[in-house]
């Protein structure tokens, strides 16, 4: 059983949440330019770690917002919480997330684009 | 399809171990059960294999057994980093059943079903498989029409399947409560005779005897830290207890599939979650047939021992902590409990959950892989049981003969990039 902080609402039973399975999956833009193995990389292939994972939650009865999660697989150990859009800043999030094969798939490089309008987005955002 | 019976290869235990029989119970019962044979050797792990299976559970164990017994591959190994059958073949419901709407299903579990019957012969070992029917409930008009489209399938594919109404089910199962008020009323359902339970325990220890007797070697206690290679060649196994050289390394390790083959830098479209079930304290008999229920998503049957055993979904977030979160079986409960009112007052004996490896199509991978000698049969998700036999026969003719047969071959891993999927998800409900 899990209480899940969530960024808008504060801490909340897991039953209040769903989830919406491995994170930080680009969609690749060059989609033709890529093979059917390298899309099936994108759409069906999952990163499924043992150990520290950043998936996507969603407070699905309560503000019905979206949020990144860093969590332990084996001993449900909430590491960090962060943004939609937004890369994880603990150490050990960041080595979780640079670890993942998917930093090195072709599908994620077609996206790279993609990547930076986000990022560019939520600066713009932000400054307001 | 109803006609092509499986090829069990040697039955019995041509390797000369002494027989189980009520006259051995007899015979041992002079010396006071003292001289029993062990069931399997307490091998030691040698420094080179023909095969190496990784993963000591039902289908690992059987895959091994018809290596041996069918394709006469003895010289090989199954290594467990824990005991025989400790993961998910000693935490599933144990439910037996072939009727999935897809051909390719259909066959595989089907296959499956053939080497069920008449197991406890071919292993000379009581697997206690009875054919007491599975009852698949639906609880609104939709479920049933998708159920009748369902059952005309299955019977196409030459397996038994029927739909019963409510006043049958009620004949059938006389503790179940047929009132159309409940949350989840029953509204019809399809009932598949030959399905029914094994003694999983039994399944794990007769396929490791057998296997045995034909001169493979059982290492428990073993755990596979890496897979060595040659460029794209398997050369061998890296275990805690020493290095292992083999050409051809069979990976069954449900929820840890994706575990292994992260060593061997393959993905799969694995999620590995925990599915959970729990066990009354024993009663007398109430329940002669197991009961399922795909929009609940609960099992329900009684042990010979007089234990309801009560099956709950899968968990919506990946896990490999072999427990599972409270709210699931409390859902499943609430709706048991409407649906036999007579279990209300029982008390729960134990809770458990196993980690199980679901694929996006719900149906399973039996797969050779880009790395010549290596194969995995993994992605069985929730009903991996049922599929024991089938899934080691299949999987073992795949690493004998490096192709894989018809049955086996609609699985294969590339699936997931021609997208030719198997969806039993959609068509079988969410349990499975």
Redesign the interface.
């Known amino acids: 059983?899990?209480l899940i902080d969530c960024p808008f609402c504060g801490p909340r039973d897991?039953?209040e949440f769903?989830?919406g399975?491995e994170a930080h999956i680009a969609r690749p833009l060059a989609e033709n330019k890529i093979s059917?193995?390298e899309?099936?990389?994108y759409?069906?292939?999952?990163?499924?770690?043992?150990g520290l994972?950043l998936?996507r939650w969603r407070h699905s009865a309560g503000c019905r917002r979206w949020f990144n999660m860093a969590?332990d697989?084996?001993?449900?150990e909430i590491v960090e919480i962060y943004p939609m859009g937004a890369l994880p800043k603990t150490a050990a999030a960041k080595s979780a997330y640079s670890a993942s094969?998917r930093r090195d798939t072709a599908a994620e490089h077609a996206a790279k684009p993609a990547r930076t309008t986000v990022k560019n987005a939520g600066k713009a955002r932000g400054a307001k | 399809m109803a006609d092509n019976q499986p090829d069990r290869g040697q039955r019995g235990l041509p390797g000369g171990k002494p027989r189980y029989s009520a006259f051995a119970v007899a015979k041992n019962s002079m010396s006071y059960h003292q001289d029993w044979q062990r069931a399997w050797r307490d091998a030691e792990p040698k420094s080179e294999y023909d095969a190496v299976i990784i993963g000591g559970g039902g289908h690992g164990l059987a895959t091994a057994y018809y290596l041996a017994a069918v394709h006469g591959m003895t010289n090989i190994a199954v290594i467990e980093k824990g005991w025989l059958g400790g993961g998910n073949t000693g935490r599933n419901t144990t439910i037996i059943r072939s009727n999935y709407l897809w051909d390719e299903s259909a066959a595989i579990y089907e296959h499956s079903m053939k080497l069920w019957e008449g197991l406890s012969q071919d292993l000379n070992f009581n697997v206690m498989f009875s054919q007491r029917g599975v009852l698949t409930i639906a609880h609104s008009e939709h479920e049933l029409r998708e159920m009748s489209r369902r059952v005309h399938a299955i019977r196409l594919n030459g397996i038994d399947s029927e739909i019963l109404g409510p006043a049958e089910i009620k004949k059938f199962v006389p503790t179940i409560n047929i009132d159309q008020s409940i949350r989840y009323p029953v509204m019809g359902g399809f009932l598949q005779r030959r399905g029914g339970t094994a003694r999983h325990d039994a399944v794990a220890w007769g396929y490791a005897r057998a296997a045995d007797d034909l001169g493979v070697d059982i290492i428990q206690k073993c755990e596979v830290t890496g897979l060595r290679r040659q460029g794209r060649k398997i050369v061998g196994v890296e275990t805690s207890r020493g290095f292992i050289k083999t050409k051809k390394v069979g990976c069954v390790v449900a929820g840890h599939s994706s575990v292994v083959a992260a060593m061997a830098g393959i993905r799969l479209p694995i999620a590995s979650r925990p599915l959970q079930a729990l066990v009354s304290e024993p009663i007398k008999p109430i329940l002669d047939t197991v009961i399922m229920s795909n929009a609940v998503h609960m099992y329900i049957s009684q042990s010979d021992k007089g234990e309801m055993v009560l099956g709950a979904g899968v968990d919506k977030y990946n896990s490999y902590a072999q427990r599972g979160s409270f709210p699931v079986p409390e859902h499943m409960l609430a709706a048991a409990v409407e649906l036999f009112p007579v279990l209300s007052r029982l008390r729960m004996l134990r809770h458990w959950g196993g980690i199980v490896d679901t694929c996006p199509d719900a149906s399973p991978i039996i797969s050779k892989t880009d790395i010549e000698g290596l194969y995995f049969d993994c992605g069985w998700g929730t009903g991996g049981f049922k599929a024991t036999p089938g899934s080691g026969h299949v999987f073992a003719d795949l690493i004998a003969n490096d192709r894989p047969n018809k049955i086996a071959a609609p699985y294969t891993l590339d699936r997931f990039r021609s997208g030719l999927l198997i969806d039993e998800h959609g068509a079988a409900g969410v349990a499975h």
């Not at chain 1, 069906?44 to 043992?50: G, I, L, W």
């Not at chain 1, 697989?73 to 449900?76: C, E, G, L, N």
């Open positions: 059983m899990m897991e039953t769903s989830c399975g059917e193995a899309f099936a990389d759409l069906f292939m999952r990163d499924n770690p043992k994972f998936e969590r697989t084996v001993s449900h094969w």
